[in-house]
């Protein structure tokens, strides 16, 4: 494909689609509104086969991993067996997705999680480590606001509470607020550049 | 023919679209803006030297943002836009980058711009499909204990998988560049990250990196539509002095 067909293409498809969204949801026209449904059944449609692609890759993968018994071989392996035998235990009922699903997946996804905890203690750790100012206003935030969380402070100090709710009021809100607004503008900017094919993050590098 | 409701919204973003076709104009005919320096994108070519230095590869997330819903899309597309940057400057130094695809979407779009980027150099293991959160925190955990990265970026539309992405980057010595608009996730990525993208830096990183006058022209435009807005803020004040709703009777026209 030449490099102006694989930018234009690409570029034409963004511009109708984004051009039916945005007037479907301004505009009282049923064939819009209509064309815009549509336009959700097709990314149905186009998930499904981009799910395809991610596990050829997948299997690609690790298939190769395995036939070049690199290091990680083994690995591969169990990735390799767990990802047929879930492919054939769904295909067979869906109450034996159901089944592996929420006993096998979700539990080691749990302990995952669990997992991470300890990830998030040293990442405090780091987050404390006081180098500049911003760094000190951070962490005497933070330090107040789990303060407000944990009741035995308030038993020993109650204004603790009082500060940190007014930090989350007055200067997070505030922040927060205008990192919204910026991100909307943004959004906004962003989405002339790519209607316009000034911005091209779909292989256009 | 307009929703009911929806007349001054209409109104207002397609008055948007008239200022940034005007800042676009103006750039193109030579008065480009001149825009402030990100350190975090600068920083991109410092952490991508150093992992030249190492010998390392360098990791990219765009997190586990969609390009489905509407919030998360435009972050993983300035996500997408920066990773053609990254691998344009990795393959120039010759470094392997990798990329982790949390959402499937992703799997083709990555693979066409790192295809792009590195030619014939291309390897199938640059794009890593790792089919949801949890996978992709556990993946990465594994792997940057044993590779070792030289930089690790992540930006886009991230979720909870950030710290897990930063921290387990920052434990394997990894020089990081963090970037997100979802609030949640901004004290992780400052926190965590050696340089920072905050909200709007994110989505203005194209056009800084691109340099391009029309490009430039819009971030021209962003600052106008700015002032416009917060002049609307200011005048939902005023009214509220004085007794009057605007924005229940003219925003909501």
């Not at chain 2, 997330?61 to 819903?69: N, Q, V």
Request: aromatic content about 12%.
């Amino acid at each position: 494909m030449s490099w102006t067909t694989k930018r234009s293409i690409p570029m034409a498809i963004f511009a109708v689609t984004f051009l039916i969204s945005f007037f479907a949801y301004y505009l009282d026209v049923p064939l819009l509104s209509s064309l815009e449904r549509s336009m959700m059944d097709w990314v149905l449609v186009i998930l499904t086969f981009a799910i395809g692609t991610g596990l050829l890759n997948l299997s690609l993968l690790h298939g190769r991993r395995i036939i070049a018994r690199n290091q990680r071989f083994p690995m591969s392996i169990v990735i390799f067996c767990a990802l047929v035998f879930m492919f054939i235990a769904c295909m067979m009922s869906s109450a034996d997705r159901g089944y592996w699903y929420g006993y096998v997946y979700t539990a080691l996804a749990t302990a995952m999680l669990g997992f991470t905890a300890f990830y998030n203690y040293t990442a405090i750790y780091r987050a404390f480590r006081i180098r500049n100012l911003d760094a000190l206003l951070f962490a005497v935030a933070a330090i107040l606001l789990i303060m407000m969380y944990a009741p035995i402070y308030e038993l020993l100090w109650s204004g603790s509470v009082d500060i940190a709710n007014w930090i989350l009021a007055v200067p997070n809100l505030g922040a927060s607020r205008g990192v919204i607004l910026g991100i909307a503008i943004g959004m906004l900017a962003l989405a002339v550049r790519i209607l316009l094919g000034y911005e091209r993050p779909y292989g256009g590098t | 023919m307009i929703q009911s409701g929806r007349v001054f919204p209409l109104a207002l973003i397609l008055i948007f679209f008239v200022i940034y076709l005007y800042c676009i104009r103006r750039s193109l005919q030579g008065k480009i803006p001149t825009i402030r320096k990100l350190a975090g994108l600068d920083g991109i070519r410092e952490v991508t030297g150093r992992s030249v230095e190492m010998g390392r590869p360098i990791f990219y997330s765009t997190g586990t943002g969609t390009l489905r819903a509407g919030a998360d899309m435009p972050q993983t597309l300035a996500g997408l836009t920066l990773l053609g940057y990254v691998s344009k400057l990795a393959a120039s130094y010759k470094v392997k980058a990798i990329y982790w695809a949390a959402v499937p979407e992703l799997v083709p779009l990555s693979r066409d711009i790192l295809k792009g980027t590195y030619s014939n150099e291309f390897k199938d293991d640059q794009v890593i499909f790792v089919p949801g959160q949890v996978p992709l925190m556990a993946a990465a955990m594994g792997t940057y204990e044993r590779e070792k990265p030289g930089g690790n970026f992540i930006m886009g539309a991230l979720f909870w998988e950030t710290i897990i992405l930063a921290e387990a980057g920052a434990r394997a010595g990894a020089m990081q560049v963090g970037g997100t608009g979802r609030l949640y996730q901004v004290p992780y990525v400052v926190a965590l990250c050696d340089y920072c993208l905050i909200g709007e830096e994110l989505l203005a990183a194209g056009a800084y990196i691109s340099k391009e006058p029309a490009q430039l022209g819009t971030i021209l435009g962003s600052d106008i539509v700015r002032f416009l807005v917060v002049g609307l803020i200011g005048l939902v004040i005023l009214g509220s002095v004085v007794g009057f709703d605007v924005a229940s009777k003219i925003f909501r026209f």
